[in-house]
Structure formats: structure tokens, C-alpha cells
């Protein structure tokens, strides 16, 4: 089975898409790669609007981890029209959260219809403890303004996250990773730009099993949690959770790409699940290929590269930590290279999730059309 990852023909411009190509260079209406990666997908309306971080200048050497976050909309998921970065970089003070010397990640915007504001809440590291900061916006497409500039949720450090709206209430939760051991749900409080105090405890494990990159979506009555593992940059494979409350509790169903025989959630990580307006049974997940290259390291396609890495990284947080294999440290060590260089060379990886009964699972495809789902 191909993971169709390591292609290296870019979809050519001005060409009119219609169809996605998981794994292959994405471009945009003027012909440039898109560049909104760990991202999410806003419908407003009959438009859809595809923002995430902006690698444009992300090379490695330059220090430029994110410069903003991009926007880019849509009328049919194919094509996309480049908005520019509309929350853009701070380029004076090297201490804003916005600053392209931090690391502003994992953009997610939920509206509220009360407020009738748009709201954004971006991952912060680069400066201590991982926060968030929140803006908001009357339109999708700005301006955003700031209202906080630096929030621990519920007072905690907070990793990888979702937001989510239950519709039947109109609350709204966010979901993330704390301190590499467990995922905490915070309800948010009624305009949405805080977290409350209620919060529950899901997941407690240890690296590399520790969840991270939580992505949630709500099919009929059930609550589904995407989750994956913690090895970094390296994918690792991504486990599938169900409940029937937002705060659990949520019971573990499963690996979410059973059929991936490399054991990298076919080389991705996902960062957000959208339902797709006007389909009955079309949830997108979204996924970046970070290092395209590491599809080609030659224990890659049997899924030892992924067991060393994951082998050698429980090694490491065991106490007393125990001694690595040749193959471990050679794996970790590939591991460790993957932090601080280019990404903006990453891909992206959509995928619609399909369902044996109430378990998602996830296929791949080479290519794949929204007409061809109800």
C-alpha cells in the first residue's frame, strides 16, 4: 500500500483542482505552496477558510519558526485563495507571543453566536511554560484584537490543543495536553476568551504514550477524540476515543490508521477534524507531513524506525533509565535531528474519515473528491 508522501511533483498552477491529493505540494490560486500548516478549516457562510501557521520564511537556519498565521479561503476545498497573514507576526517586540522569534502554533477559531464575535486561541512557546494567547475578531477575516496576551487555562500549562462547541448548549471546551502526561477538557466561559474552572482528567500515561494534538468531532450522539503520541516531530501512530459526554469518560477504541503498516499515521499528524457542511457523513481530517524525507529512511516501511523511536524514547523518561539498542539510539538520534529545521517543506495529509459502525478509521488514498461522499 502506497503512503504516497514522497512524491515530489507539485500539482501545477494555474490548473484548476478538483480533487485532493493527500501528500503532494499544495498550491495555491497563484501558484505558490500553501502555507497554513498545523491548521483548521471555518466555513462562513458558502465560503471555507483554511488558516494555519505560516512557514513561508521557516528555513532552519533563520531561527523563523512561524511568521503569523496565514488565512487562505475557498469555495469548494480544492482551490484556495491566498488571504495573506491576517493575525500577522509581531517584528518589534521580540518578547510578544506573536513575535516570529517564538513560536506561535496550532491556531483554532470557533464563532460565538451570542457575542457574535470570532474567536481565536493560538498555542504559545518560545517563552517559558506554554501558554495561550486569545484574540478576537467581528469578522473571520480580521481584525484580530488581542485580549489575551498570556493565559494559563485553568492556571496550567497547556500543549497541544482543540476547541470545540457543544451546539445542543451553546458551551464551548477546550481540550490539551499537560506537562507530557494527560489531556484535560476545560469548559470556557460564556464569551469564549477564558477557560473556567471546570475541568476532567483524560489519558494519564507516560512518553512516548502520552496524548498530544487532540482533535475532537461529534457524530450523532458520540463524541470522538483523535489523539496522537508523543515523539516530537517524528509521527507515531494516532489512537481513535469515544464518549458520550465532553467530560468522558472517554474509552480508548483504537489505532486510527489500522491498515498503516509503518505505524506513522502515514507519516502525520493530525490537527483538526471538519464535518463538512450539507454531508451527511464527511469528516476531514486534517494532517501535516512535517519531514516528507523520512519515508525514505530505509527502516521506514516495515514500521521499525517508529518502534525504535517510540522504544528508545520510553527508555529515556523510564527511571532509572535504561540503556538504548544500536538500533534505538540510531532511531532517536534521527529523531532528535527533526527539531529546528525546515518546515516549511511540510505537506499536508487530508483524509476523510470512514466508519465501521461507531469505530472511524482512516484509509489512504491517493486521491480522493467531497462529490463523491453524501
Known sequence: ?????TSSKLLTAPKKLDAIYPGKVWLDTDG??????????????????????NKEYTDGKSGIESWGIRFYRSKDLYN????????????????SPLSYKVYPERPHIIYNPV??????????????????????ADQITGPYLMVHEKLFPAGLHAGDFDLVIDEDTNKAYMYFEHDH????????????????ENISHHFPRKPPNTREAPALFKRDNTIYMTTSGLSGYFPNPSEIASAQDYHGPFKTLGILHPND???????????????????????IALADTWFPHVADDP????????????????????????PFTPEEQKAVMYAAQLTGVNTSISRYV???ITFNGDYPTIEWRDSWRIEDFD
Open 1 to 5: 500500500m502506497s503512503c504516497g508522501t
Open 32 to 53: 505558490k505552496p500553501i502555507q497554513a500548516h498545523a491548521g483548521s478549516l471555518i466555513a462562513v457562510g458558502d465560503t471555507y477558510y483554511w488558516y494555519g501557521e
Open 350 to 352: 487530508w483524509l476523510p
Open 115 to 136: 457575542t457574535k464575535k470570532y474567536v481565536c486561541w493560538i498555542k504559545i512557546r518560545g517563552l517559558g511554560p506554554q501558554f495561550r494567547t486569545v484574540l478576537i
Open 80 to 95: 484556495w485563495e491566498d488571504l495573506g497573514a491576517i493575525i500577522p507576526a509581531n517584528i518589534e517586540d521580540p518578547e
Open 299 to 322: 527502516n521506514y516501511a516495515s514500521g521499525d524506525l517508529s518502534r525504535w523511536v517510540r522504544s528508545a524514547i520510553a527508555k529515556a523518561t523510564s527511571k532509572p533509565m535504561k
Open 181 to 196: 502526561s494527560e489531556i484535560i477538557c476545560a469548559e470556557l466561559n460564556e464569551d469564549w476568551t477564558d477557560a473556567t
Open 261 to 283: 503498516v509503518t505505524e506513522t499515521s502515514f507519516n502525520s499528524q493530525i490537527s483538526d477534524v471538519f464535518k463538512v457542511p450539507g454531508k451527511k457523513n464527511l469528516y
